[in-house]
């Protein structure tokens, strides 16, 4: 749970995130380690750290993007790392592309919605 600290510490030098924001993150994760059982998405030796490994690497990214309007494209994204994490903090031009029938659903569940496919 320490790296989930580490993660809210970061969010709280960006007040513009909101705590809504955090609860959908928490829906990701839990997605993310639900899928992981039935999909490689992550190496598994990450999941014990994945608020650090995964979501604040992702998320050290919003500063550049954050405020443009400049299109994400990310190309390959498996379990949404890091195009979904910027889009659930207000990248508001974020496009997902994976080729893997399989993984493709992930990111529609992993915002709550029905998987397309």
């Not at 498996?78 to 195009?83: D, K, S």
């Not at 659930?88 to 998987?115: C, N, Q, T, Y």
């Amino acid at each position: 749970m320490r790296d989930r600290n580490e993660f809210l510490s970061f969010l709280k030098a960006h007040p513009n995130v909101s705590r809504e924001t955090m609860e959908r993150l928490d829906i990701y994760r839990a997605t993310l380690v639900k899928w992981q059982k039935r999909i490689n998405l992550v190496s598994q030796s990450t999941l014990a750290d994945v608020w650090r490994r995964h979501f604040l690497d992702s998320a050290q990214l919003l500063n550049a993007f954050r405020g443009t309007e400049k299109t994400i494209v990310d190309i390959g994204s498996g379990a949404g790392f890091p195009g979904l994490v910027l889009a659930l903090m207000g990248v508001p031009d974020v496009h997902l592309v994976e080729s893997d029938k399989k993984k493709a659903p992930f990111s529609w569940r992993s915002l709550g919605r029905p998987a397309h496919g």
